[in-house]
């Protein structure tokens, strides 16, 4: 028989293991319940542990910024409570890259950043840094969408289980991407951009400045690693894109990357595209008259709402169909890790950028990556 006693200590056991299971699983809970946290205002002072003269510490800045310089930045849209994410990738952002360089960052949400963020933020770097507030109508679905039909495709992709298909935030999140990122008052003054994600990871150092080589080289798109996307999510955009290539042919150029998108001469979609979550490009590409009308052109179709098309698909499009070929790089000397994929630089460059990937554990050849697509383009 249960006395009132044992029930007073089942009960508490309950709830105290629930605690924890939520403190470790769910970090905004642990956060705002954590018991240093609900003390903190009567935390004792601390015993003096000392501390480390200055004459001690050695800074890696002595020598100022390299003169030469692009007109780039390093761009990051987020939600307030992607900042844990956020903060691990800006973090190697820094260590790998950016203390050398010293570019600005850009920060982007359709929500006001939240002082937490912003002071978050700027503790992890010396390089100036921009918290921006997107538009209302550059972000949200437009009026002219069908919202029944909308609401019905999501409802259709919710039963096949695509993945984000019954998300309205994320397409508003893949229009944006495709169409106004670039347009956005905090990135005109910009020509290049470097677009990082939460979560990611860099495995190697780069000591050259890729916004530099992408203006001498007269590069406007540059990728590390290229998959299929899911027919799901696009199951018109091929006819679209075949629809604005007839109304426009004097704004596709001869030597365009074609041959990476269709096996078939442009008939059909391969699903290639650039994994858009690392990007480093020209914003003036897609400011272009080309691309604009491009990207207009899908967005009237309304297959941002209808269907689920994503910004990695519109991008790597734009840019194979609109641009040279030359124009497109692969930046094979990137480590890069976007969960659930990962490429990592082999031998002189492994060593070179100091990596601390696997050189085995490398998407580029796997079965599932599109990078054979891209080399033939080339031979
Ligand atoms: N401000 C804002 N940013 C968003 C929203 N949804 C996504 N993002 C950002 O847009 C980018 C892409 O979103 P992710 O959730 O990473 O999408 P994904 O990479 O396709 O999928 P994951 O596998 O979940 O990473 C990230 O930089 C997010 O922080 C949103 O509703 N508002
Ligand atoms: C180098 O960094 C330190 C610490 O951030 C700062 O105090 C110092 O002024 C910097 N020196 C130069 C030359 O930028
Ligand atoms: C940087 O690039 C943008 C877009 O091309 C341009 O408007 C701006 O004048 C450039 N700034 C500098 C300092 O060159
Ligand atoms: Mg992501």
Known sequence: MMTPMRYVVLVL?????????????????????SFSRL???????????????????????????????ANATIVMLARNSDLRG????????????????????????????????????????????EFGLIPHDDWYQPEWIDEAKASASRE?????????????P????????????????????????????????FFCDLDYDPFLFMQDEQKVYGFTITIPEYEATIPTLWDTVKDFIQENPDLIPSGNAMDYLS?????????????????????????????????????????????????????????????????????????YRHEPFQRCPQSDEHRRGKCWCDASENFDYEWYSCLPKFDRVFT
Not at 23 to 29: E, V
Not at 90 to 107: A, C, G, I, L, S
Request: net charge negative.
């Open 86 to 129: 956020i903060v691990k990738s800006m973090k190697q952002m820094e260590d790998r890259f950016n203390k050398k360089f010293r570019y600005p960052y850009t920060f982007l949400n359709e929500e006001p950043f939240s002082a937490k963020f912003k002071e978050t933020i700027l503790e992890l770097t010396d390089a100036p840094v």
């Open 170 to 201: 994320y397409r508003n999140m893949c229009r944006f991407n495709s169409g106004f990122f670039y347009k956005q008052e905090l990135m005109r003054k910009y020509k290049y951009y470097w677009r990082v994600e939460p979560d990611v990871t």
């Open 263 to 335: 096996d078939d001469g442009g008939e059909t979609y391969n699903r290639c595209h650039f994994w858009s979550n690392f990007e480093i490009g020209d914003l003036d590409f897609w400011r272009g008259e080309a691309y604009e009308k491009f990207f207009d052109h899908l967005d009237r179709a309304g297959g941002f709402y209808y269907e689920r098309w994503g910004d990695a698909p519109v991008h790597s499009i734009g840019a194979a169909l609109l641009a040279p070929k030359e124009k497109i790089h692969f930046f094979h000397d990137i480590g």
């Open 39 to 69: 003390l903190s205002n009567q935390q004792k002072p601390l015993p003096p542990h000392g501390t480390v003269p200055d004459e001690y510490y050695w800074y890696d800045n002595s020598t100022s910024v390299s003169s030469r310089r």
């Open 156 to 168: 259709d992709m919710i039963k096949n289980d695509v993945i984000y298909g019954g998300s309205v």
């Open 13 to 33: 056991s309950v709830v105290l293991t629930l605690h924890f299971i939520l403190t470790f699983s769910h970090p905004a809970y642990g956060d705002a319940t």
